[in-house]
């Protein structure tokens, strides 16, 4: 199951730059949006292999920091790559130093593994890494699919990790 991530506040973050380059997990950052809006994670015929809820979310970020007058682009992984930027190739990984370098900031919309990911590809370069998502746990879902070929999550929970967001799990159930 995809690792459940929650949105962080990046605009005052990056809003002293005047550029950011937002790199992006389809797969886990698309999963959780998904189910938070109980909306289709994917609409095969109307966005390719693109989570919609992840688009509708980077177009939101992108207008607020453009009016803090920082410039955005997403960065485009290969077709394969934009699901799971954990598992970038070194191609990939190359490719995202080179148009980084263009940039202040990338804003990472993903896991743990997929910042980290970001930030090795980044090594030796200025650019700032920015966490956009972070993790809550681990989506524990039904998947549903729905005719024509929508791809969608019910019954979902979230399952915490034992680190400190259990601890913050617990506070809150108290």
Known sequence: MPIHLEELDVVS????????????????????LAMGEEKPFLQLFNSLLKSPPLERHIERLQSQLL????KTTKFEAGVIQQF????????????????AKA???????????AIKTVRDSLNG???RVVQGMEVAGIMNTKTKFHW???????????VPMCDHHCERFSQHSQ
């Not at 973050?13 to 959780?32: F, H, P, Q, Y």
């Not at 598992?87 to 130093?97: D, G, P, V």
Request: charged share 25%.
């Open 13 to 32: 973050k990056v809003e002293d730059t005047d550029s950011a380059l937002i790199a992006a997990c389809n797969m886990c950052a698309g999963a959780s």
């Open 84 to 99: 799971f930027l954990c598992l970038w190739t070194s191609r990939q990984r190359k490719k995202l130093q080179d148009q």
């Open 103 to 113: 940039y202040d900031a990338v804003i990472v919309l993903g896991c743990d593994s």
């Open 67 to 70: 009016e803090k007058g920082v």
């Open 125 to 127: 370069t200025d650019c």
């Open 148 to 158: 024509p070929f929508d791809i969608s999550f019910e019954a979902s929970k979230v």
